[in-house]
């Protein structure tokens, strides 16, 4: 495999890596948010119980991402926030009220020292990010950044303001949801894990509706990704997208908890490698192509080596940390939210 | 509004000045939570283990608050500067990647130190501040590098405008690095050192000599003795170093206009850009000369002898230059002043005054850290990489940068506020000495 894959499997990765546990906490928002019935409050408790020592470090997936871009890819990363440099601002400012929001009000429960309006803060700041930078994927997967000659030539708006654009953010907004309301189902007990079920449910419905919905719509208004989607290599990701999603689907129908987390993850994984798959060799449809724009083999293999020396530090800490902070939730009440 | 380029340049100074305060506590706060927990450990003092506790209680949202302006200016690359990363991020790339798992490793071991009281054993919590101590330390070495490397760029040709023969090694072990890189490291510890013994300064001044005030007081101070020194040290030979390598900036930092053998040191001063003088300095004879090259009567080249549109603006490099020494010096002064009196009355017990000139001190380090800040990038200009891309040829192409601006002046408005009030409000609630240990309430 040539350097330059390798570099891009690595961002994809990233990604993957970025949905799987940094999605999770934007779905924590979603749910705050639609946090409802009797027990909201406990709920809002407990999305927050989990997320506390770990948002952050899951957050970090994003800086890695942004890095390992300017580094191996940097004509794709000045192009990339060119031409979507209004999303990208928009999903920025969401991340730091969403991370700033929650850091406050993490900081101030069961204290004197809590701020008000940090969880409507939070939770707003946490459906706006996951959604623009969905649509900035979908405009970079939908063929509509224009680029001649290495100079962006297409408008602030144009490209993340499309349908296919606006579904992938429909989509990435609703991975989230999914991928939290499951999570929760083993660190809940009792009726609680029963309301995450059932927004494990609803979620899972409504990602197989957006992106079974999501392929006329590309045949429609993507169609250098939809040319794409016919490569072998990508139907085949796909397709095992769809049974995983599928399997996570029944997982949940049966309550078969332990297994809730590791199928919701595979299916976010696989949904994001199926795109990864279609979009592989170009960067940003329908011109821009991997080798196009990868820095030298120099620069490349010192990325990777220390990517590679940093994982064996970086998989026993993060494993630390899930292990250390991986306890069920919910039991007696807690004083509710502001 | 502002044009692109100013519009840019502003933001981005912005988002560096509040971010580089957060990015010191980061890399000096871990120190004194390992010498403070350390203490508690070793003597079983409480006392210590209450200190601890309640840093890290207060790190965790300040590292919150650095991460997500982190994240700001990770995004800032590519929304203000396309122009100059499509250039560079092959080259300076690399360690900001090794940055990134450094960062890594500091985000999943505090969240191990915040959260861990409870679910790790004295030792093991302990234990964590170390990886806390390397990796924030690393951190500061890498981004550093990349500052170095704009400074003086090295590691690459350059061949119809584009960089090639890359080697991300070579560009990050530039000859700017370890003076930049040292500077900024200490910095971070005098800052956070003397920002502690302000917090607890201020308490003292308003009546509370509680033993625990105390011994906060004097940790915070101690730290700050030491690296403050070491820090003046480092300050003389990056001087040294620029004379050598970046004269125009050495120039600005003295406002020096004319070349000159057997140069004053200027101490103040208003730099005359119009009549290329700089009036009402006191100047002593000789004095820059040998701090720049070890002789007296050395040549100091003046910023007449630059061509007029590469030379920085010597005001803005010449007064934070000077207010950077100038703190620098009464740091020196507050702790030799505190630790001389301790030693001459044999017991910790400081006046008003003394109290009040520590208190002075909480923001002075941070506002040093800015002043120097200024003096290098401010120092650099007109270039983004030195000799190689002007600032204006690396800004984004893109118009409503303005815009961009005055929305997220406004977001660093909301954060100061909201950690300010959370700050002050966390300053009301009562310390938890006294509860066994094990026992005390969670914190979360």
Redesign the interface.
Known sequence: MPLEDLAAGVVLLGLIAYAMFGGADFGGGVWTALASGPRAAQQREAIL?AM???W??N??W???I???L??????A??????AL?VP??IA??G???R??A???R??????????PGMAAVFSVASVITPLTMGMALGAIAGGHIAIEDG??TSG?WEPWLRPFSIFCGLIALTICGFLAAYYMTVRATGEMQEEFRNRGLLASFLLGALTTSALPVAYWDAEPFWDELADPTALAVIAAAVVMGLTSLVVLWRRWYVLAPPVAAGTVALVIAGWGAAQHPYFILPDERISDVA??D??LT??LI??A??AI??IP??A??YV??SEKTGGPAVEGER | MFDTVTSARTLMGVSLGFHICFAAIGIGLPLLLLIAEGIALRTGDETYRQMAKRWA?IA??L???G??????L??E???LW??W???????I??P??????A???E??????Y???WD??SPVAHWLCTI?LVVSSAASAFFVISVNGWMNQPEGFAVVNGKA??????AAMFNAAMPYEVTHGALASYVATGFAVAGIYAIAMLRGDRSEYVRKALVLGLAVAAVFTPLQIISGDLSARFLAHNQPEKFAAMEGQFETEEGAPLRIGGFPDTEDRTTRYAIEIPNLGSFLAFEDFDAEVRGLNSFPQDEIPDARLVHYPFQAMVGIGFFMLFVVAWFFGLAWWRKRIDPGRLLLLAIAATLPLGFIAINAGWFVTEFGRQPWIIYQLMRTSEGA???D?IGF?LL??IL?YI??TA??A??LL??R??PLELGAPPGEAPHA?
């Open positions: 119980r506390g020592p770990v952050e470090t957050h970090v994003l800086i890695l942004i890095v390992a300017f580094t191996a890819f940097p004509p990363f000045a192009d990339l926030f060119t440099l990208l601002t920025l400012v991340i730091v009220f991370g700033a929650f850091a406050f993490h900081f101030g429960h069961g204290t004197e020292a809590g701020l100079v962006v602030i820095a030298g120099a620069t010192a990325l220390s990517l020396i940093g530090i970086l800490s993060l630390l940390l250390t902070f | 209680r965790a949202v590292f919150a608050v991460a997500v302006s982190g994240t700001i990770s995004f690359f590519g929304l396309p122009t990363m499509d250039f560079s991020g092959g080259i790339g690399f900001f990647a090794v940055e990134g798992i960062f890594f490793t985000a999943i071991f505090l969240a191990l915040i959260y861990g679910r790790l990886p090639v023969n890359v080697d991300p090694v984004t192409p893109r409503g961009i929305v997220f977001v909301a954060l909201g950690l009030l959370l409000r966390e009301r609630r979360s």
